[in-house]
């Protein structure tokens, strides 16, 4: 979202340097909606980790996640 920020401030800039002030305020609107959208993102990722619905569970350890999925293919005595 910054590298993108800075693409569009830098288009808004060189816009209304070279003299082509609609590219210019588009780049510039490009922008502005850049950087709202990046706040109001952040706010619902924030909103989002906060709900204790979305927690996730812890699984069981991993020797008890192979002791279960335990195969005729692990115990070979080459």
């Known amino acids: ?3 993108l920020q800075v693409v569009f ?3 808004f800039i060189y816009g209304l340097w070279i003299g ?3 590219a210019g305020l588009l780049a510039g609107m490009m922008f502005l909606f850049n950087v709202w959208a990046e706040r109001r993102f ?7 980790a906060a709900d ?3 927690a996730r569970a812890l699984g ?4 008890d996640a192979l002791a279960e999925h335990d195969c005729e293919c692990m115990r070979s005595k080459f």
């Open 1 to 3: 979202m910054r590298l």
């Open 9 to 11: 401030l830098g288009m």
């Open 60 to 63: 069981p350890s991993t020797s």
């Open 20 to 22: 082509m002030y609609g």
């Open 42 to 48: 952040a706010a619902q990722d924030k909103a989002y």
């Open 52 to 54: 204790p619905r979305n």
